[in-house]
């Protein structure tokens, strides 16, 4: 598992070299240590799961890697590149979108402004051109609709694309959040418990649209997630981690199989 | 070779259709589908080029002639587009119900031996797979949306624009044959196979020929002047005929377009962009609207629902008759014009009836206030009567004649008999060819000279010649002294009450009808809420004196009305009680298509029947009930037991007595 090829999944999929690396991370709050010297790597066309028990890290570690937090020590290496400390929006231009686990959409607008929010990274045109929705603004808005009707279809929110996503419920507006990452067309899509507070059947369509769009796309998928079952049957390897520490990575059968993740999870008698 | 030279205007087929509309309407538009948030349309003679390199592909893939190709997903014009290709090469397209499980559709295929399948997505081609082993003559399946698929096995498996591209790629080769199996088709060769629903054992495939389906089209397109710049959304199933008639059959006769939504869940806001011209609903949606439309102007500031209200009580008592063309006063007709200034205008163009010429609905009884409601906004809505044995047409409302009661005038050329039990017959062109591989049902149904029996009971008025249905043949019966008994004729007018959901009305073989009501939670307790009156259940509102007298009154009202009908006035309800539980498909009162099981009904509650009858004020009983999740337990309750007034029938029923 550890060669540079590459591996082909259980499924039969074949998956890349390596796409994002993190070396030795350490992430410290004053004398929090949130994150202690944890390394792993994502690789070009994966599904990889972050798991563990509450106040573990893994949303810390999403952070680090989204570019929200700077890490304290250890290097983040993007498609064979050191990455230098960025602000959010260069690492999302760099290719690397995210949802967030409380849901951070604009609830005044409507589902469509919404996504094209997500296209923010691929304008260019002036204010003063769009503000007239002349020339390059025009152009750019109507080949970025497009990406985003693409989108909206793949996702199947056709009904509700001029309903404000105040309106909504829930499980939507989860699903809404996932469009408009996808929007930004991603090679890197970070997903903060993309299930959380969602009923069975809203579960069951959200791990088929994270499928999906691995499958359709190719996107790289890392995502964090609490429902045991959800990420292993997502997922390609699993990065467990407790306290700030990894104490497991691997396949789904092989860190299921880990007697540290094990007593993570069920607690150990002292 | 002389069903070659017959045809209406020489045109005996759907491709030949096709041809004459891609010359003659080349540039008018035939199909439109909303997709990435953009109307997509093609005209006549893209459509005509689509179809033919679809065909093509058939051919390459080996379709024969006479092989069946099942048609499988929601309304697109690749899949309408997929039916007259089949058509084209000589074979006979079948289109599926795409909500059906698998085993529907294995029995379907096995039963016409379908070769192919033309299906819309991974959903529907997941239930093919699963069926596939067990279909001996299944072949090719194509799908249309790629999603999902990549990974499966492609060696029985294509997608539709590869089968096109192929097909555009053997032009040379094939081209020759295409024309001659085309040239070849034969006004009484099989047009489309229709698999009927099958409510009573397993669906029948209902086979209609080029004849039946044009000379129906013709027919109905002229009855309401359907002209090439009309336009439909076609949003029911593929596998209905109606669809077929309207979104082909006169779709390719008139040269009209066939608007598709963008998903099921869009209809709404795609009929509000598309604004149709030619419209058909089931009453169910009519009524979902109308309901909808009331909600809102409840939540309405004051001075709007005023506004509403006021123009609506106008419309109501002017707008059928203006509709209809009968006189108002040129006072009347200014308010109106007002008022459609005001409401009608904006609502209708809200709803996306702003165009709407001609609507129609079927398939059941609409109630008259849902029905004079669009009518009073001026929506030219009618109804018509019609089955899949008849491609579609038997009876339809006339422009200037049309009632709520009524399913109107036999359609262009269809002959209507009513025999002595009552039952409706009828002979047509349309009439099917025949039940595939099933003669003993085909020759149960049609006779020797082409009538067909309709299962339903009814009468023809005879001052306006409109038939009326009462109710299936099977359910009407005799009272004790000989008169009609239809109990969902009366059930229906209860129900057409917003407060009552359920009603089942007893009488066979008795000298009197009686009924026992089920409320409508939703409406009496909104009523009950708006009243300041308290309720801690089910029960205690509906043994609450002001529900029952409310109930009592819609029982006689609709004993007046009953009374109006010589034929039926005998079912007038004498006696009723408002049942303590509603009856619930868990505890087999209803079928899970929510009707009513009369004979369990009467059997399970036989104490309360014998109470209607006996004439006791009141009865005690108790009722055992099934919880959703299994549970048994009883409900104990004591039912008030009413006399409703009873109108005397008319003079001539007295005589009969």
């Not at chain 2, 929510?594 to 004439?615: Q, S, T």
């Amino acid at each position: 598992m550890k060669d540079t090829e590459g591996y082909v999944t259980a499924d039969g999929r074949q998956i890349g070299g390596t796409l994002m690396e993190m070396k030795n991370i350490t992430l410290r709050f004053g004398g929090v240590v949130a994150i202690q010297d944890i390394s792993f790597d994502i690789r070009e066309g994966e599904v990889r799961a972050i798991i563990g028990p509450n106040g573990a890290g893994k949303s810390s570690m999403l952070n680090v890697i989204s570019g929200f937090y700077t890490p304290s020590e250890g290097e983040v290496w993007y498609k064979g590149q050191k990455r230098p400390p960025m602000k959010p929006f260069e690492v999302a231009r760099q290719g690397v979108a995210r949802t967030f686990q409380n849901i951070a959409l604009f609830e005044g607008m409507t589902v469509l402004d919404n996504v094209m929010t997500g296209r923010l990274t691929h304008m260019t045109a002036g204010v003063a051109s769009q503000a007239l929705w002349w020339g390059k603004a025009r152009n750019e808005e109507m080949e970025n609709r497009e990406k985003v009707e693409r989108v909206i279809d793949f996702l199947e929110i056709q009904n509700i694309r001029k309903t404000p996503v105040g309106r909504l419920p829930y499980g939507l507006k989860k699903r809404v959040e996932l469009a408009r990452a996808l929007a930004a067309e991603p090679s890197l899509l970070l997903l903060d418990e993309p299930m959380a507070g969602m009923n069975v059947e809203e579960k069951e369509d959200m791990s088929r649209f994270v499928l999906d769009v691995n499958d359709e796309f190719g996107t790289t998928i890392c995502l964090i997630e609490h429902d045991m079952g959800v990420v292993m049957d997502l997922s390609d390897r699993v990065v467990v981690m407790d306290y700030g520490k990894k104490i497991g990575d691997g396949t789904p059968e092989e860190v299921r199989n880990n007697q540290d993740v094990i007593d993570a999870y069920l607690g150990v008698p002292h | 070779m002389a069903h070659l030279t017959e045809g209406a205007e020489g045109l005996r087929s759907v491709p030949a259709l096709l041809a004459r509309n891609a010359t003659q309407y080349g540039n008018s538009p035939a199909y439109r589908e909303k997709e990435y948030g953009i109307w997509q349309s093609w005209t006549w003679a893209e459509t005509a080029k689509e179809v033919e390199e679809l065909a093509l592909g058939l051919l390459n893939l080996g379709v024969n002639e006479g092989d069946f190709i099942a048609i499988i997903g929601r309304n697109r014009p690749y899949l309408y587009w997929s039916m007259v290709a089949a058509q084209s090469v000589g074979a006979i397209p079948v289109p599926l119900y795409q909500d059906a499980v698998a085993e529907e559709m294995e029995y379907v295929l096995a039963h016409c031996g379908a070769r192919f399948a033309i299906v819309s997505d991974q959903e529907q081609v997941d239930k093919v797979i699963e069926i596939q082993d067990d279909l001996h003559q299944f072949e090719h399946m194509i799908y249309l949306d790629p999603r999902g698929l990549r990974k499966y096995d492609h060696t029985r498996l294509h997608q539709f624009s590869h089968v096109q591209e192929q097909g555009r790629a053997a032009r040379e080769e094939f081209i020759k044959e295409l024309d001659a199996r085309r040239s070849k088709l034969g006004y009484d060769d099989t047009c489309v196979m229709l698999y009927t629903s099958g409510t009573t054992g397993k669906p029948k495939g209902v086979v209609l020929s080029n004849r039946n389906i044009i000379e129906t089209a013709k027919a109905s397109s002229e009855f309401d002047h359907l002209k090439v710049d009309d336009e439909v959304l076609a949003y029911l199933p593929m596998a209905w005929v109606g669809d077929f008639i309207f979104s082909i059959g006169q779709a390719y006769w008139s040269g009209f377009c066939v608007n598709c939504p963008e998903s099921p869940d869009t209809m709404m806001t795609d009929l509000r962009e598309i604004a149709p011209s030619y419209y058909f609903a089931p009453p169910r949606v009519f009524e979902t609207q109308l309901t909808q439309i009331m909600i809102r102007m409840e939540d309405s500031g004051t001075f709007k629902k005023k506004v509403f209200d006021y123009f609506m009580e106008h419309a109501r008592k002017v707008g059928p008759a203006i509709l209809d063309g009968h006189d108002v006063s040129a006072m009347d007709r200014l308010k109106y014009k007002l008022g459609e200034v005001m409401v009608y205008g904006p609502l209708k163009n809200a709803l996306g009836f702003s165009n709407v010429r001609v609507g129609y609905t079927a398939g059941e009884a609409i109630g008259p206030e849902i029905f004079d409601f669009y009518r009073a906004l001026g929506i030219n809505l009618k109804q018509l009567y019609g089955q899949t044995e008849a491609s579609v047409f038997i009876t339809q409302q006339p422009d200037g004649e049309v009632r709520s009661d009524t399913v109107g005038v036999p359609s262009p050329g269809v002959e209507i008999r009513i025999s002595d039990t009552g039952e409706v017959f009828y002979r047509s062109p349309g009439v099917f060819v025949e039940y595939y591989k099933n003669a003993e049902s085909t020759a149960d149904t049609k006779d020797a000279e082409g009538w067909v029996a309709t299962g339903d009971a009814g009468f023809i008025e005879e001052s306006t010649g409109h038939l009326r249905i009462i109710d299936r043949a099977k359910d009407v019966g005799a009272m004790a002294n000989g008169a009609m008994f239809a109990p969902k004729y009366v059930e229906n007018k209860l129900k057409f009450y917003p407060n009552i959901l359920e009603a089942v009305v007893f009488g066979a073989g008795c000298d009197r009808c009686c009924a026992f009501i089920n409320i409508d939670l939703a409406a009496v307790g909104n009523w009950a809420e708006r009243n300041n009156i308290a309720y801690a259940s089910y029960q205690e509102l509906a043994g609450h004196k002001q529900v029952l007298d409310t109930i009592q009154a819609h029982i006689e009202e609709v004993n007046a009305s009953i009374a109006q009908d010589p034929m039926l006035s005998g079912c007038q309800v004498h006696r009723f009680l408002v049942l303590h539980k509603e009856l619930d498909a868990d505890d087999g009162e209803l079928t899970r298509t929510r009707k009513v099981r009369r004979k369990i009904i009467g059997e399970k509650f036989a104490d309360l029947v014998n109470a209607l009858y006996d004439g006791s004020p009141s009865i005690y009983t108790e009722t055992e009930v099934t919880y959703e999740d299994g549970r048994k337990g009883k409900i104990k309750a004591t039912l008030e037991i009413r006399d409703a007034k009873v109108v005397p029938a008319t003079p001539q029923k007295l005589a009969a007595e």
